[in-house]
């Protein structure tokens, strides 16, 4: 089991700039693909950025350029840089740790997410 423990959300206005920070538990941290996702109001959980367990990352086409995620394996943490905030971007923002298993069992671990709300 996998606990995933978020922080950093809050208010900011419109152009400002979070930093979001996922802390997990897992034993082998290292060994798992790490993303970010959000769900606003109404909407469906989507995918925000991604970053695999060798290091490659991935980014939802709304946040290229303003987003930028990060791990840091010896920290167990991951993050999502969070610049030149939109109204759009208001949403709770979930940590995921994935992996598949040596017998290709997909495994998922969530955060309990954190609200990031933008506007003056």
């Known amino acids: 089991q996998v606990q995933l423990v978020e922080s950093g959300g809050g208010l900011v206005q419109p152009g400002g700039s979070l930093r979001l920070s996922c802390a997990a538990s897992?034993?082998?941290?290292?060994?798992?693909?790490m993303g970010w996702y959000r769900q606003a109001p109404g909407k469906q959980r989507e995918l925000v950025a991604v970053i695999t367990s060798t290091g490659s990352t991935n980014y939802a086409d709304s946040v290229k350029g303003r987003i930028t995620i990060s791990r840091d394996n010896a920290k167990k943490t991951v993050y999502l840089q969070l610049n030149s905030l939109k109204p759009e971007d208001t949403a709770v923002y979930y940590c995921?740790?994935?992996?598949?298993?040596?017998?290709?069992?997909?495994?998922?671990?969530w955060g309990q997410g954190t609200q990031v709300t933008v506007s003056s």
């Open positions: 897992a034993s082998v941290f290292s060994i798992y693909d």
């Open positions: 995921n740790a994935h992996r598949r298993t040596a017998v290709g069992v997909m495994v998922d671990y």
